[in-house]
């Protein structure tokens, strides 16, 4: 039986993206034409609505970012134009919701301001799958994921804690899995990594990676193989892609005082 393939991207953050691996995984998406595309939540950040403190110095418009966010959407369409896509919230995205209950409550439930319509998703096919609810494809779940822990697979492995069964996540920008047996199956959990710069703003030197996956499945099985962008390449199938590069947001900068 053929399996059928699925591109799993997160964690875009509307105007903080990695612009070059973005262009890189949407080449990928259009080479190898996936039946599925998996948005595993934060696509959009929602910067100028967040309740944490901002660089005064940034100029952040709200529906400049919905409109950028939109268009980065139709690039997805574009490249995968046979393809269904599914659009997880993330936190982020939740951070919609949260503003208007707290900030303009009696605005919350009007349908023009929900995201589906904010970000045209009808128009562009786009299936939205509601915040912290989980979806399945047969045995693997897919979330954006609600738990940080400090390296590497440590994510993953709290999340196959969690659910009790295999799953692929977002939100700890970071690739890595983890994978455990017991007396009856094996399991095992991805992190998905993140398309984001590396070097925010609101954090010092964080361990996150550029990456995104693949998910080979069937009605039974599926597979999953991650993709690790490092200094602007990654390695498919042995063909390598792209150029050595540190770009701009992709290292932390230590000064030199000696």
């Known amino acids: 039986m053929k399996s059928k393939m699925g591109i799993v991207l997160s964690d875009i953050h509307g105007h903080f993206r990695e612009k070059v691996v973005i262009k890189m995984a949407l080449a990928f998406i259009r080479e190898h034409k996936p039946s599925t595309v998996h948005l595993l939540g934060d696509i959009i950040d929602f910067y100028s609505i967040s309740r944490f403190s901002k660089d005064p110095s940034r100029k952040e418009d709200l529906q400049e970012e919905l409109d950028d966010t939109h268009f980065l959407l139709c690039q997805i369409r574009e490249a995968a134009v046979d393809a269904r896509i599914i659009y997880s919230e993330g936190n982020h995205e939740f951070r919609l919701k949260r503003y208007l209950a707290s900030e303009a409550k009696a605005l919350a439930m009007l349908r023009d301001l929900q995201i589906e319509k904010l970000l045209n998703l009808e128009a562009l096919k786009i299936r939205l799958q509601p915040h912290d609810k989980p979806y399945r494809v047969g045995p693997l779940l897919f979330t954006h994921g609600q738990l940080i822990r400090k390296w590497s697979g440590y994510t993953a492995r709290a999340h196959l804690e969690k659910y009790g069964g295999c799953v692929i996540h977002g939100h700890s920008h970071r690739l890595g899995s983890c994978y455990r047996k017991d007396i009856g199956d094996t399991y095992a959990a991805w992190e998905n ?51 050595k590069r540190l770009s701009p947001t992709g290292h932390f900068e230590v000064e030199d005082l000696s």
């Open 193 to 243: 990594g993140c398309l984001c710069g590396l070097n925010p703003d609101y954090v010092t030197a964080p361990d996150w990676q550029h990456g995104w996956s693949v998910v080979w499945s069937q009605r039974d099985y599926f597979h999953v193989e991650q993709i690790a962008v490092i200094k602007g390449r990654y390695c498919y199938h042995g063909k390598v892609y792209g150029r």
